[in-house]
């Protein structure tokens, strides 16, 4: 079993910027890829940023420019900073992890970009 919690989420103004964290704890010998997807409300999950395997990235296209997705492999983390926030990036930010066993999922961080 491996336990996902993810932090950092908040609101923020508009061309604002945020730093979202991710944990993985547990059974943490077998984890590969690890990365962030985000849902808003009435809309269907969508990738933001991914490692595949421990070096790759993958963005989605907007994100691109804007988000930047690091990993600590050793602390089991991954981290999302986030800049140029716009209003439609409001979302619950959820962090997944690859592991032999399955994909596992976080609770999610709300962020709301508002003025």
């Known amino acids: 079993q491996v336990q996902v919690v993810e932090s950092g989420g908040d609101l923020v103004q508009p061309g604002g910027s945020l730093r979202l964290s991710c944990v993985a704890s547990?059974?943490?010998?077998?984890?590969?890829?690890m990365g962030w997807y985000r849902q808003a409300p009435g809309k269907q999950r969508e990738l933001v940023a991914r490692?595949?395997?421990?070096?790759?990235?993958d963005y989605a296209d907007f994100a691109k420019g804007r988000f930047t997705i690091s990993r600590d492999t050793a602390k089991h983390m991954v981290f999302l900073q986030m800049d140029s926030l716009l209003p439609e990036d409001t979302a619950v930010y959820l962090c997944?992890?690859?592991?032999?066993?399955?994909?596992?999922w976080g609770q999610g961080t709300q962020v709301t970009v508002s003025s």
């Open positions: 997944f992890v690859d592991h032999n066993a399955g994909r596992y």
């Open positions: 490692f595949r395997g421990y070096r790759t990235t």
């Open positions: 547990g059974d943490t010998v077998g984890i590969g890829a």
